[in-house]
């Protein structure tokens, strides 16, 4: 808001710190207000624990992830519209009850949470994002982008089918 008031404020524990201690891509806003925000545990005697809040425009918990089930997240995205986010890191995929790099989508109004077991994902900066029809893109496999839908289907993408959906 223009004026600048506070909206509603949040006290997170004390051992956490907004991301990594030199990661700026560790807040994301969507078009309505909604945000997540990715958490890093800060104890100096155990391996650093993820956590990612999402939390409604008005300050309401809309989702809370943890190391339960991601151990690393890589990157998140919210859609543009705040009705989902998307996940990539290293994740429990619990249709399989096993642990590899994996794809997160979790729709925050309704519908079912899909993770995607991608362990054969190159690690080659893919950005994450959403397109207009609610696809998550992008995980690179033996040369080629895969995109995943809403619904659970997984999509090889041609190289002008990607800039077409995901780079404007």
Not at 41 to 62: E, F, I, N, T
Not at 79 to 108: C, M
Not at 112 to 120: D, G, L, S, V
Not at 132 to 140: D, N, Y
Request: some cysteine.
């Amino acid at each position: 808001e223009s004026s600048g008031r506070i909206l509603w404020s949040r006290r997170l524990p004390e051992k956490t710190i907004v991301g990594k201690a030199a990661d700026a891509r560790s807040l994301r806003i969507a078009n309505d207000g909604t945000l997540a925000m990715l958490l890093q545990d800060v104890d100096p005697y155990g391996k650093a624990r993820p956590m990612l809040l999402v939390l409604s425009p008005r300050g309401r918990d809309l989702l809370s992830l943890d190391s339960t089930a991601w151990s690393r997240i890589d990157q998140f995205a919210l859609s543009p519209d705040g009705t989902a986010l998307a996940v990539r890191g290293f994740g429990l995929a619990q249709e399989e009850e096993n642990w590899s790099k994996a794809l997160g989508y979790y729709p925050l109004r309704s519908g079912k949470t899909r993770i995607h077991p991608i362990p054969k994902a190159e690690d080659d900066g893919s950005f994450l994002g959403f397109d207009a029809e609610g696809w998550i893109c992008c995980a690179r496999e033996d040369g080629k982008r895969y995109a995943f839908g809403p619904l659970g289907p997984r999509k090889a993408l041609e190289e002008r089918e990607f800039l077409r959906r995901f780079r404007n």
